[in-house]
């Protein structure tokens, strides 16, 4: 038979609060992490919410090639449960896993991942983006991917957290706008001749 001494339910629940309040990026440790910039931001949120639509206590992870273009994403809603960044990183690997393969292969990521968070409140940094920062940056380096953007939706409209960069549309309570909207037309084959002056022609109409 072996004794001991089994820990307070109260230094339990100490512990485990400060372990959590430890899984969450401050704006200035984001700041200075080097997350890639988004050439184009106000685009790259439009689309995601014209596939999505997302909602308060949604979360739309959304996987970037090199030219800025989504190559997977994925919306899911956020439990109903204390920010964690390690839980976020758990629910973010699960949507990266079922939505396109790693990259661990790779010496350099090439692919980016990018989270769009919608949420009630203020746009300013909470302790809940802290969490999700923390979780989307240990995810990506988890599933071979350069760690991206992480943006807010709120009532107010949108916001890159970190840069500075926003718009009030669209924002939570945005309705639907058409995916098409937001899918850049290919572009046309610089060679010479005759097809490329009907392409010419069609694209001008």
């Known amino acids: ?3 001991g001494f089994a820990p307070s339910s109260a230094a339990s629940l100490s512990s485990t609060s400060a372990a959590s309040a ?4 401050e704006p200035a440790e ?3 992490a080097g997350i890639p910039l988004l050439r184009n931001p106000r685009e790259v949120v439009s689309g995601l919410h014209a596939r999505h639509v997302p909602r308060p206590a949604t979360a739309v992870v959304a996987v970037l090639d090199p030219d800025e273009r989504v190559c997977a994403s994925a919306s ?3 439990r109903q ?3 964690d960044g390690w839980m976020f990183r758990n629910a973010l690997l699960v949507q990266l896993r079922r939505i396109i393969p790693h990259d661990l292969r790779r010496r350099t990521p090439v692919r980016t991942a990018v989270l769009m968070y919608c949420r009630d409140g203020e746009a300013r940094w909470t302790e809940e983006d802290g969490a999700w920062m923390w979780g989307l940056r240990d995810a990506c380096t988890l599933h071979g991917l ?4 992480y943006i807010t939706l ?3 409209g949108w916001q890159v957290l970190g840069e500075g960069r926003g718009g009030r549309r669209p924002n939570s309570e945005s309705a639907a706008e058409p995916f098409g909207l937001f899918e850049a037309p290919p572009p046309l084959p610089r060679t010479g001749g005759a097809a490329s002056e009907v392409l010419r022609r069609a694209a001008a109409r």
């Open 76 to 78: 899911f809603t956020r």
């Open 1 to 3: 038979m072996t004794l």
């Open 146 to 149: 350069r760690c991206g953007a």
């Open 154 to 156: 709120t009532r107010d």
């Open 30 to 32: 984001w700041a200075a």
């Open 81 to 83: 449960a204390p920010a």
């Open 22 to 25: 430890n899984r969450l990026l």
